[in-house]
């Protein structure tokens, strides 16, 4: 619906304020929801921030404690042990909704782990190291969750911001312009009457 376009009556008037109503509702609901997106994903970057760090300081925990079992128990008995060890187990990748957008959420066995390999051939710098590699695991899928939303939030804020910007910066300003065109025509054609009607009773 173009500027002037519209026949100046007042049915289109009307159309044209009830259109403006919905357009200005629309854009408070539009910042509301990118409001709360943001908020969201701000969140879940400090969250993705703390992670990092997390299995930062872990990986250094690992490695020293492996670096430290190559040492003491020979790279070779390292190696043979490590293949011995437990694979990882299959996972599903879930969704859950963070305001209507669908987010990974990875769920897998947490069950506590079994040492398959047996302590007696190992020294602790060894069996520190694996499990600190099996808690980098976890945090590694919560990271994965974390920075998929963050992505998924970011791609919604965009998309809203648009949408948005469509209604701030061209619908709402087109529908007002609208209503002062048919106000000022439908105005000028009630002075017109008014003259016409006055000049017919003078007669």
């Known amino acids: 619906m173009a500027v002037y376009k519209m026949t100046p009556t007042k049915a289109n008037l009307i159309k044209a304020k009830n259109s403006l ?13 990118r409001t709360v997106l943001i908020r969201e994903m701000m969140t879940l970057i400090d969250k993705a921030n703390e992670l990092e760090e997390k299995i930062d300081v872990k990986f250094k925990e690992a ?29 599903n990748i879930l969704f859950k909704s963070v305001m209507g957008i669908e987010t990974p959420y990875i769920k897998y066995d947490d069950t506590p782990f079994s040492t398959e390999y047996g302590f007696f051939r190992t020294n602790p710098a060894f069996d520190k190291a694996v499990l600190n590699f099996i808690d980098i695991r976890k945090i590694i899928y919560e990271l994965a969750e974390v920075e998929n939303s963050v992505y998924k939030l970011a791609m919604e804020i965009k998309k809203t911001q648009k949408r948005a910007n469509a209604l701030e910066k061209i619908q709402i300003p087109k529908y007002a312009k609208t209503i002062k065109y048919i106000e000022e025509v439908l105005e000028e054609k009630e002075r017109e009457d008014f003259f016409r009607l006055k000049k017919v009773k003078g007669k």
Do not use: C, H, P
Request: proline residues 0%; glycine residues 8%.
């Open 21 to 33: 109503q919905f357009s200005k509702k629309g854009y408070e609901l539009l910042d509301r929801k």
């Open 63 to 91: 490695y020293n404690g492996l670096k430290l079992a190559n040492i003491t128990m020979g790279a070779e008995a390292v190696e043979e042990i490590a293949l011995s060890i437990e694979k990882e187990e299959d996972f």
